[in-house]
């Protein structure tokens, strides 16, 4: 069965197209990783995808069922979990109360269990020790799991991460790896876009390229990265 | 660490000490006293709602007159058209006020920010020309509450006997104490609220509406949610204050300057969004009147200067002025994680 389903999904932000008919399909349990230029429309994708922005064509199904018109609030409640690529942490909230907002809202959560559930994934995502800190006083690299931990809190049954590995030491993107290889055996659904190609490889089953609002290409990881379409457009950027 | 402790303690034992005192000003204080009080409880309650409203869901009304309007209509209503005792007069207001958010509602959340708040001017002007025709409370030129209503009221005749003097100082001491009574339970439901699922969601909102919706809040319910108890809550106030009053007319019932401007003063003074805020406001505010009485309304013009330059220097007013400086907190709505709930 198939979790999401694009069906020509197209938008622009004036003259510029940065969603070109994109049709796409995960199967429930898999996970998906997203590749492409800076601008290449990933993020907008994810917007679409969560509902934060409307398509000017195509249709977003969850489940089966079209929600192109639902609000990013019911898309949570039918089983949608985003990161930001920018975080967007409640700053006078604690860190675990970010979380208990997302575990009372967008999963079925409630009093003392949530509270436990929570410091579960807090020390999950080695955000632990800071529980009790404001949010808005963390740093960048912090911010960035309190975005996944957030995410995860909602339970998700398909989770949108947007590049949450940059930065990391090596023995951190071990950590990070480990944590989303969990998430995907539970048998959640996951999209990742990332630029940190090794940390990626080594959790998705298939790789989807997006250049200028189009799918370049769709595929296996090798498949996808031994492509001669792609290594030219990563050419000037990594490899 | 420790030192902040102790100086929580300090300051709350402060707190419970005046609230003590205050439940005794009308054995140990002068009439004109409890008077004085009863106005400074009933502008903290409308305040603290206000409060909820503007600082907490953002929700920015200049149109609170309608439900003290409401609550006080409807518990004149009890009493003339019904025969019934004024203290139920009062919880009939409150839910009065209640029904009427509900269209309200309706009306402006379809407006946001500055149109919001003309929104709600507007529907409160509609409602008080709609009291004024009504003609069994006097219309246009208001009624008054039956002469020996307020002497015999529910609770007077006790009083009266118990701390002696006149009946209707005996019905001052009440309605003080249902102001007293009210204030803390405005103060308590206020914390146990933004303590709760509910608040938690509503801060979320106030800081970061996106990321909010993007967990699951629903940020229209929780604003529903609010608007309809501070309503209710206002709505009782407005019912208590007329009490005391015991004349109504649609001007004064609806006033925007007695039940909304002065209000918002108090609030951004205290500091808007904090639980103490009001608290502290209220108590400026009644200083500012006490020494300034002598010079008719000037107190009104440096409570306007104030008010401005809290805005331009302190956002979240003195409260928030404070607690910055000392790191003291009262109140918190920090919520703890379960394990260290498990340590203590
Ligand atoms: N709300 C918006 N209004 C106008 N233009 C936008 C908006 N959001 C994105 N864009 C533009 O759309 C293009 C694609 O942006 P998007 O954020 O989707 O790219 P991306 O693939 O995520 O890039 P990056 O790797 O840098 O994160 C960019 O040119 C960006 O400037
Ligand atoms: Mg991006």
Redo the contacts with the bound molecule.
Sequence with gaps: MSILTLKSVSKS??A?K?TDAVSLDVQAGEALGII??????????F?LIAGN?KPDEGQVFLEGVDVTQRTPMERVHAGVGRSF?IPQPFNHLSVYENLMVAAQFGGAHLGREAGLFCMCILSETGLEACARDLAGGLSLLQRKRLELARAMATSPKLILL??IAGGLTDGECIDLVKTIRNIHSQGTSIIW?E?VLHALNSVVDRLMV?NF?KILMVGGVDEVMHAPAVREIYLGIEV | MSDQKNLTRLLQLFALAGLALLFLVPVIGSRALVQDLFGVLTLFILAQNWNLLAGFAGMVSVGQQAFVGVGAYAMFACVILLGLDPVIGIAVGGITAMILAIPMAFFSFRLAGAYFAIGTWVAAEITRLCFAQWKALGGGTGTSLPKGTTKTMFGVPEIKSWLGGSSSAASDALTYWLALILALATLIAAWLFLKSRMGLGLQSLRDNEEAACSVGVNPTRLKAWVFMLTAFGTGLCGALLFIQITRVTPEAAFSVVDWTAFVIFITVIGGIGTLPGPIIGVIVFYFLQRLLADYGTVYLIVLGCLGIAVMLFARRGLWGLFTEKTGLELLSLRQLPPEENQAH
């Design positions: 932000f004036g510029l940065v492409g230029p800076n601008g290449a429309g990933k993020s907008t994708l917007n922005i690529q947007d590049e876009i630029h997006l609002g």
